[in-house]
């Protein structure tokens, strides 16, 4: 779910700043006793063209026929008609008339929130002839659970960060030797450099105790 958000807040930061706008799939897992994000995103063709949506979301449980309406946002008004998700659900899209980003969050979730739900955008193209109707819907199958699965990618992403951790360690260790062993060595050669010398001025003839050249 951090993912989705964080999509979906670039998105806004984008589509505010650049006029740009990228179509962002939303998660289908959820944690029973949890919050969860359903994400829907609608982006115009063409930015310049100003624009109003309205955005509707429905539900069906599963096995059932009909559809239940549980939300709608005409900016700035947030409604949410059915009873069973009044006051759970939250709008967290775009907040102006130019919806693209039509994110619902829902409080609370039970087994009975499993299924499908469907995104509605009802747009509204103001062209310079005519206004122009468009209406996009997005579907998510949303399955609620009591313990959050982790997926095969986190657990083999988890793996390797711990043996990149090692690695790293064990690098580190060589590295610390390495240089251990090299200033030793520095160290071993100018002791042996110093006591040649030492040995080499005891051992001159020209020089005598008080350091005068005799003849």
């Known amino acids: 779910m951090f993912i989705f958000i964080f999509l979906s807040v670039l998105n806004l930061y984008v ?5 740009g706008c990228a179509e962002v799939d939303s998660l289908t897992e959820a944690v029973e006793g949890e919050g969860f ?7 115009k063709r063409r930015e310049e063209v100003k624009a109003e949506a309205v955005v ?10 009909n559809d239940s309406h549980i939300f709608q ?25 130019d919806v693209q980003i039509g994110a619902i969050f829902i409080s609370n ?23 122009h109707e468009d209406v996009i819907e997005k579907r998510v199958e949303l399955q609620v659970v009591a313990e959050a699965q982790r997926e095969l990618t986190a657990v083999v992403a ?11 360690q064990l690098w ?17 050669a100018r002791d ?12 001159d003839p020209e020089e005598d105790c008080d350091g005068i050249k005799t003849e």
């Open 56 to 65: 509707d979301w429905f539900f069906r449980p599963p096995g059932q026929e």
């Open 172 to 188: 580190l260790i060589l590295v610390l030797l390495y240089c251990y062993k090299k200033i030793s060595a520095e160290q071993e």
């Open 15 to 19: 589509s505010g700043c650049w006029g």
């Open 192 to 203: 042996a450099r110093k006591a040649l010398k030492a040995q080499t001025k005891l051992l």
């Open 109 to 131: 979730l039970t087994a009975n929130d499993s299924g499908t739900y469907r995104c509605r955008f009802q747009r509204t193209l103001f062209l310079n002839l005519y206004d």
């Open 158 to 168: 988890e793996i390797l960060m711990y043996v990149l951790i090692v690695v790293l």
């Open 37 to 43: 994000l359903l994400g829907c995103i609608s982006c």
């Open 73 to 97: 946002y005409d900016h700035p008004t947030a409604l949410s008609p059915d009873p069973v998700f009044a006051g759970r659900v939250a709008w967290r899209g775009t907040l102006d008339p």
